[in-house]
């Protein structure tokens, strides 16, 4: 499986992005997969994620109520709507549909 992410960028504080995700695999709708941040030096951390179905998910308790994780498996692909953003969210966001598989990850930067 592939992964790549899209969607990052530069907003300002309280503004909003959504990344994007989409799987090479058709296999993607068997898979729970993941939102994960890292940011400069610090260690890479779960952000979201969302069963194989979506009818699950589960978050930081850092992005509670601003981040919202969703899937659609008809297009392979994963989001994750990022409202009232704030500086400490700057990091670069990863996808992941399990152990070892990431994709090259995208740069969000909020700027204060």
């Known amino acids: 499986v592939q992964l790549v992410e899209s969607g990052g960028g530069l907003v300002q504080a309280g503004g909003a992005l959504r990344l994007s995700c989409t799987a090479s695999a058709s296999t993607f709708c068997i898979r729970v997969m993941g939102w994960y941040r890292q940011a400069p030096g610090k260690q890479r951390g779960l952000v979201a994620a969302?069963?194989?179905?979506?009818?699950?998910?589960n978050y930081a308790d850092s992005v509670k109520g601003r981040f919202t994780i969703s899937r659609d498996n008809a297009k392979n692909t994963m989001y994750l709507q990022m409202n009232s953003l704030k500086s400490e969210d700057t990091a670069v966001y990863y996808c992941n549909a399990g152990a070892g598989v990431w994709g090259q990850g995208t740069q969000v930067t909020v700027s204060s």
């Open positions: 969302i069963t194989s179905g979506g009818g699950r998910t």
